[in-house]
């Protein structure tokens, strides 16, 4: 399933950054030049949307939670995003930082007080200001932000990221659809995929941003006294813009990853103060209970329509919120998937679905629960209604409650800026790479442009009606990626049932190398002794791996099939046979870094291609086929012994394509 054309060399695609520019931009002129007509439009979409589609936007997100946990847990969890051999880019920690600041930033700060509040005075169904309330307010809010979400943003970053890791093709979402058209994907259909999650990306991203600048407006007014309006909100939003452009200018490693390290340290600061300076006990008992009640509940709530008894609570919160994770996924899926490369699907799913849930959930319990005890125990019902007033300066009137709350206050400020850069500037990145074929070596002019873009989206639907104008934006941009996102998953499970197949037919039984001649065997033994280093497996790869696979290919080529041997930069040398339609056998030999015994340092860092020097390292030449290397280490091996080994890997090739058909 690799990639058989060359993409355009051109620094961006020009049907998908023209189509895509232009819709953006006619969303903004609409917005502008009629704002009054474009509101009642937005606002009649929102409704149609609500009314006719809530069943089908609850049942995709369900299809999305059970298909990425079955995934994960079953055989295909084995499976590592990119090359076998491939390591993670990032440690931990720097990884989490990056995709939590990207996932949910703006929105715990935004709704970590605001919504547990809201559900409690505004129940969906029974009676408000009680105990029960409390406890269903917080299911719910464990239910928008919890398993739900982050697995839409796991199954389009594992879609993006096993296609152009695993396959090499483009790291955009038209890559999904390879295993049901197979070359279109370059053509039309490609094009209208990378379109429909540029245009929901930016609308998801813009949204986020709404919430975020009115947050920080309320924050600067209620510390300074700055006014609250949307003159105001549009200058916060251009130096906001401004500094994510700067983010953009300085890169992933400088800018992103370093902003994401700094909030998530701050956001740990936060969470401490209320769960040391709040009541402690209370706060860990509840987050142990709402967990429980959100594992037990979570199959009525995943479908649960309230067809026998509606309200319009549904269509203002959970279809908003499902609306606004698919709409966003596009961002957030490439994000996650730009970092995430190494990682095998288990051990992605868990740590970019399962762990930032949990956290999320620790933090709407610390906030929320906090709230929530001092409206119902301490008598503070003027929380309650500052927050049914404005949502916005939710989280500063609950730090009011702290000592403190001043320099607590002005922290969470600088977070939801942080946030909002570090959205802005990995919101444009990612829209960057799917209008440019999936790459990220753009002109810098690209991103900065993309950057500009969603700051003026974002101002346009503020100005056309606030947030109203923001959530139909969300709710409608879903729609169309839904069923594409429902595709590409199909097209995932395909893939990954192929690739199963093969890994099966690979581990199949061969026949063994003979080291019958002495002279062969003593070779064999006396390098494995000498630990060979990086100039002698090049040698090695040159005089004696090289000619083996370039026989093999003349030979192949006898037989009237096409085959090349590549060599790429006296570093490996490999030979690719073509198979038709089907998947090509490759074949290559690559120096590999390898601690020695006895080493010193056993913990280095190592470097297969450069600085040769290490004491405590040698060299292998270990075997790569296409989905990466195996493992096994070939230097020393006659030319016949590679022959032999190539015709075997050969064989197990053909039984994987003749299981295939």
Request: proline letters at 4%; charged letters at 15%.
């Amino acid at each position: 399933m690799e990639k058989s054309k060359n993409l355009d060399q051109a620094h961006f695609n020009p049907p998908v950054f023209y189509a895509a520019t232009a819709a953006l931009l006619l969303m903004v002129a609409y917005a502008v030049l009629a704002p009054d007509h474009a509101t009642s439009t937005f606002k009649a979409l929102q409704s149609w949307v609500v009314v006719h589609m809530s069943w089908y936007y609850v049942l995709v997100v369900a299809i999305i939670l059970i298909g990425t946990i079955m995934i994960a847990f079953s055989k295909f969890g084995e499976i590592k995003m990119g090359p076998e051999h491939a390591e993670p880019d990032y440690d931990y920690l720097s990884w989490f930082a990056m995709l939590f600041s990207a996932g949910m930033g703006i929105g715990l700060l935004f709704f970590g007080v605001a919504e547990p509040v809201m559900h409690y005075l505004q129940p969906p169904v029974g009676e408000t200001g009680t105990v029960e309330a409390a406890r269903e307010a917080m299911v719910l809010t464990f239910f928008h932000w919890g398993f739900h979400a982050w697995a839409i943003y796991a199954i389009v970053a594992l879609i993006l990221a096993y296609f152009s890791y695993r396959h090499k093709l483009p790291l955009t979402l038209r890559s999904a659809l390879y295993p049901m058209i197979g070359e279109r994907i370059y053509g039309p259909i490609g094009h209208a995929v990378d379109v429909f999650a540029i245009v929901g990306t930016v609308c998801g991203v813009a949204t986020t941003l709404g919430y975020g600048v009115l947050q920080i407006n309320s924050g600067l007014n209620h510390l300074f006294g700055l006014p609250v309006g949307p003159g105001v909100q549009v200058v916060l939003i251009i130096v906001t813009t401004i500094l994510a452009t700067i983010s953009v200018v300085l890169g992933l490693d400088a800018g992103i990853k370093r902003l994401s390290q700094i909030n998530m340290t701050l956001a740990a600061i936060l969470l401490i103060m209320v769960l040391l300076l709040g009541s402690t006990v209370y706060l860990l008992q509840a987050f142990v209970q709402n967990f429980g009640s959100y594992m037990s509940e979570i199959v009525n709530k995943t479908f649960n329509l309230f067809a026998y008894k509606p309200t319009d609570w549904l269509g203002g919160w959970t279809i908003l919120y499902w609306g606004w994770w698919m709409s966003w996924s596009p961002f957030v899926g490439l994000f996650i998937a730009r970092i995430s490369r190494g990682r095998t699907i288990r051990e992605f799913v868990v740590g970019a679905m399962m762990v930032p849930a949990l956290v999320t959930m620790l933090w709407m319990t610390f906030f929320g629960n906090s709230a929530i005890h001092m409206i119902l125990n301490e008598g503070l019902t003027q929380l309650g209604e500052i927050v049914a007033q404005d949502q916005s300066v939710a989280l500063f009137q609950f730090l009011e409650q702290f000592p403190f709350s001043a320099l607590f206050s002005f922290v969470a400020v600088i977070m939801v800026v942080v946030f909002f850069v570090t959205s802005a500037d990995s919101g444009a990145l990612v829209v960057n790479m799917l209008s440019s074929h999936g790459r990220d070596d753009t002109p810098l002019w690209q991103r900065i442009f993309w950057c500009f873009l969603i700051g003026v989206v974002a101002i346009a639907l503020l100005l056309a009606g606030g947030l109203g104008s923001l959530q139909t934006a969300v709710i409608t941009s879903a729609l169309p990626f839904s069923a594409i996102l429902l595709v590409a998953m199909y097209g995932l499970i395909a893939a990954l049932r192929t690739e199963t197949v093969k890994r099966i037919t690979q581990s199949a039984i061969v026949a063994p190398i003979s080291a019958r001649n002495p002279v062969v065997w003593q070779r064999r033994l006396k390098n494995a002794l000498q630990l060979p280093s990086l100039e002698e497996v090049r040698e090695y790869i040159s005089n004696t791996g090289k000619p083996a696979l370039e026989e093999f290919a003349a030979e192949m080529r006898k037989n009237g099939y096409e085959a090349k041997v590549t060599e790429h930069e006296n570093q490996f040398v490999q030979i690719e046979v073509f198979q038709g339609d089907e998947v090509s056998f490759v074949y290559g030999l690559h120096p590999k870094a390898t601690i020695k015994p006895d080493a010193s340092n056993p913990e280095q860092e190592l470097d297969d291609t450069f600085d040769d020097g290490s004491p405590d390292k040698y060299f292998r030449a270990d075997v790569h086929l296409f989905e990466g290397g195996q493992d096994y280490d070939v230097m020393g091996w006659t030319a016949e012994q590679l022959l032999t080994d190539m015709v075997s890997q050969y064989e197990r090739h053909l039984q994987f394509l003749h299981t295939l058909r």
